[in-house]
T-cell receptor
Framework: GESVGLHLPTLSVQEGDNSIINCAYS??????FIWYKQESGKGPQFIID?????DKRQGQRVTVLLNKTVKHLSLQIAATQPGDSAVYFC????????????FGTGTLLAVQP | DAGVIQSPRHEVTEMGQEVTLRCKPI?????LFWYRQTMMRGLELLIY????????DSGMPEDRFSAKMPNASFSTLKIQPSEPRDSAVYFC???????????FGPGTRLTVL
C-alpha cells in the first residue's frame, strides 16, 4: 500500500535567486538556535547559529534572523546554487532540566537550474 | 578531526535478530546523542549522554532499545529483538555540551526484514 510520510514544506527557487526558509519555534525561553542542512543520504550539517541576545547573524551567503516577539527564525541564502538543494532544519535549545536541542520538521529547498 | 564516526553504515537483518549500532564521538565532546530518522516521524531524539551518563532517555521507544556509553569515546545503541518498524536511519551526534551545536555522523541505515 501507499506509505504516508511527513509532508515537508517545499520551497522551489531558481538558481541565482535568494531563498528564505522560515521556522516557528515553540519555547519562548529558548536562547540558542541553529540551522542545519541535510543532503540526501547524509547526516545534518551545521550551517549557522544565533543566540537570543542577537536578532541577526551573517555567514558566507547565509543570514539568520531571529524575531523573539513572534518566536520566528529565518534562514536567508543569497544567490542560491544547485548545491544548496537539501532539507533545512531549525533547532532550538529547549532549556529546562534536560537542556537539549529540539529539531523542527524541516523544509525541502529545491533549486531549479 | 575525523568527525563523528558510525558503524556500520548499512545493516540488513531479519526480524528477531539483535542489532548493535556503534558511535565514536568527536574527541573532547562531552555530550552524545542518538537520533532516529524516518519518513513518518522525521528526526527523533532517542537518548543523550552527558559525560558518559544517560540524561534523557524519554525518546527510547520501548524496552527493546538500549544504549550504553562505557567511555568518552564509544557508545552503542542496541535493539533486541529487532522488528520491521525499527527500519530507519540512526544518527549519532556529539557536542561540547548538551545545548551546544551538535555534529552529526553519517548515520546507519537499518533495514529489518
Amino acid at each position: 500500500g501507499e506509505s504516508v510520510g511527513l509532508h515537508l514544506p517545499t520551497l522551489s527557487v531558481q538558481e541565482g535567486d535568494n531563498s528564505i526558509i522560515n521556522c516557528a519555534y515553540s519555547n519562548s525561553a529558548s536562547d540558542y538556535f541553529i540551522w542545519y542542512k541535510q543532503e540526501s543520504g547524509k547526516g545534518p550539517q551545521f550551517i549557522i547559529d544565533i543566540r537570543s541576545n542577537m536578532d541577526k547573524r551573517q555567514g558566507q551567503r547565509v543570514t539568520v534572523l531571529l524575531n523573539k516577539t513572534v518566536k520566528h527564525l529565518s534562514l536567508q541564502i543569497a544567490a542560491t546554487q544547485p548545491g544548496d538543494s537539501a532539507v533545512y532544519f531549525c533547532a532550538e535549545n529547549y532549556g529546562g532540566a534536560t537542556n537539549k536541542l529540539i529539531f523542527g520538521t524541516g523544509t525541502l529547498l529545491a533549486v531549479q537550474p | 578531526d575525523a568527525g563523528v564516526i558510525q558503524s556500520p553504515r548499512h545493516e540488513v537483518t531479519e526480524m528477531g535478530q539483535e542489532v548493535t549500532l556503534r558511535c565514536k564521538p568527536i574527541s573532547g565532546h562531552n555530550s552524545l546523542f542518538w537520533y532516529r530518522q524516518t519518513m513518518m516521524r522525521g528526526l527523533e531524539l532517542l537518548i543523550y549522554f552527558n559525560n558518559n551518563v544517560p540524561i534523557d532517555d524519554s525518546g527510547m521507544p520501548e524496552d527493546r532499545f538500549s544504549a550504553k556509553m562505557p567511555n568518552a569515546s564509544f557508545s552503542t545503541l542496541k535493539i533486541q529483538p529487532s522488528e520491521p518498524r525499527d527500519s530507519a536511519v540512526y544518527f549519532c551526534a556529539s557536542s561540547p555540551r548538551a545545548a551546544d551545536t551538535q555534529y552529526f555522523g553519517p548515520g546507519t541505515r537499518l533495514t529489518v526484514l
